[in-house]
């Protein structure tokens, strides 16, 4: 199930009212990233989440970072300014999931047993589910790389040498170390990260949508690597589902092209001292004209998977617009009025197209080396809509993927590094 299959009156999902999902730990241990991660799925699934970063409402308090001085619990100068961020955050999630909403997610520190317990019993009395997410991190390596590659580059930083960012991060943890309570109390509903994907641990967890969330996070990590999309090469039978055509002569000269220019790609990013995983993977649909374009990365672990098929467009297989609503006028209204969710007979929707995706999508997030998938726009649509956060209902069908374009991700804690390159017709 990666969609939205029901509508309730209230608009939420599974009956499970609405859930409130708190991080706790140290800085620099990956709170943000699983935060942004686990609202692109939740949205993904069609649940009303909003995330509320305790950072964005500090800083619009104190717009210039001086030092960790601020971050200090003993600084008694800056704790109102902290407490306030703090409070706002708190204040629009509880207002969001009164308003409607199902999921918030508070991304903070969260470090004591103290504000935990405060943020906990106004939860409740509002009768919000709450769940907290610790990411607990004893790894020094991947606490360093965390700080280097996403923290110094953070908004607090702009304008600051990369080393004295790093400098004054590390003096912000050791600032809060002191402070810092691990969640120890089992009367609560938790699930503890161990140094990112090494381990976790479930307490107290019920219910069928928080079941989902741990199920999502047993696949997540913070290394850092790049998803490339790219359309099929041209076929023979290029319009026809059925046909299932082999390349054609203007479909193989692609595929070398698209090989060429994933190569350059990969050599810059290697000189660029930007490429940590040099194991490329393909993955390809089972459709001829698929893994015919993956047959010139012979020298690239290919995987052939069903379910990275195009949609089925069923009775309308090969038809034009035109022809569609000249031959099956009110399935072609039915189609105009909800293009996401309708199906033509014997066909797909896009909504079921994104149900079979989502395997492919708990594989992509837990997949730690570069991944190339080569298949058809509606598949590219479902995934890349997933990765920027689209809700599935909203425009997946026209999102744009022209075939002359190798699309690279770059997921991260604040968001996707989206890059397009340009493939040459001849």
Same mark, same amino acid.
């Given at each position: 199930m990666a969609a939205q299959l029901y509508k309730t009156e209230s608009g939420r999902l599974f009956h499970a009212g609405a859930i409130a999902i708190i991080t706790v730990g140290l800085p620099a241990r990956g709170k943000t990233h699983i935060s942004r991660a686990l609202g692109r799925y939740l949205c993904w699934l069609g649940v009303p989440t909003q995330t509320f970063h305790v950072g964005q409402y500090r800083r619009k308090l104190v717009q210039k970072y001086s030092s960790h001085d601020f971050f200090d619990p003993a600084n008694e100068m800056t704790t109102p300014q902290r407490q306030q961020a703090a409070n706002e955050a708190l204040d629009d999630m509880i207002a969001f999931l009164l308003g409607g909403g199902q999921v918030g997610i508070y991304d903070g520190s969260n470090a004591t047993v103290e504000w935990r317990s405060h943020m906990l019993d106004r939860l409740q009395k509002n009768n919000i589910q709450t769940v907290f997410?610790?990411?607990?991190?004893?790894?020094? &390596? /991947?606490? =360093? *790389?965390?700080?280097?590659?996403? !923290?110094?580059?953070?908004? +607090?930083?702009?304008?600051?040498?990369?080393?004295?960012?790093?400098?004054?991060?590390?003096?912000?943890?050791?600032?809060?170390?002191?402070?810092?309570? &691990? /969640?120890? =109390? *089992?009367?609560?509903?938790?699930? !503890?990260?161990?140094?990112? +994907?090494?381990?976790?641990?479930?307490?107290?967890?019920?219910?069928?949508?928080?079941?989902?969330?741990?199920?999502?996070?047993?696949?997540?990590?913070?290394?850092?690597?790049?998803?490339?999309?790219?359309?099929?090469?041209?076929?023979?039978?290029?319009?026809?589902?059925?046909?299932?055509?082999?390349?054609?002569?203007?479909?193989h000269r692609y595929a070398k092209n698209l090989k060429q220019v994933i190569t350059k790609r990969l050599q810059e990013r290697e000189a660029q001292g930007d490429s940590p995983n040099n194991q490329l993977k393909i993955w390809t649909s089972t459709r001829c004209y698929s893994y015919s374009t993956a047959e010139y990365f012979n020298d690239h672990p290919v995987r052939h998977r069903k379910s990275l098929a195009e949609i089925n467009p069923g009775i309308c297989d090969g038809l034009t617009n035109a022809e569609i609503q000249a031959k099956y006028p009110d399935e072609y209204e039915a189609h105009l009025r909800d293009n996401y969710r309708h199906r033509y007979p014997r066909g797909e929707s896009y909504h079921d197209l994104a149900v079979r995706l989502e395997s492919v999508i708990l594989e992509l997030e837990h997949e730690k080396q570069d991944v190339l998938i080569i298949a058809h726009e509606s598949v590219l649509r479902c995934l890349y809509a997933y990765f920027r956060g689209i809700r599935p209902e909203r425009a997946i069908p026209d999102i744009a993927m022209p075939r002359n374009v190798l699309l690279e991700i770059r997921p991260s804690a604040y968001g996707i590094r989206e890059m397009k390159i340009g493939i040459p017709r001849e």
């Open positions: 997410i610790e990411s607990v991190c004893n790894d020094e &390596t /991947i606490v =360093d *790389e965390n700080i280097r590659n996403v !923290k110094a580059n953070s908004e +607090d930083y702009r304008g600051w040498k990369l080393e004295d960012a790093i400098a004054d991060f590390k003096e912000r943890i050791k600032v809060t170390i002191p402070f810092y309570q &691990t /969640i120890e =109390d *089992e009367s609560l509903s938790y699930i !503890k990260l161990i140094n990112v +994907d090494q381990q976790i641990i479930v307490n107290n967890v019920q219910g069928f949508l928080p079941s989902r969330i741990v199920f999502y996070l047993m696949n997540l990590h913070t290394a850092p690597r790049a998803i490339y999309f790219a359309r099929n090469g041209y076929s023979s039978g290029e319009n026809s589902y059925k046909a299932d055509s082999p390349l054609s002569e203007e479909g």
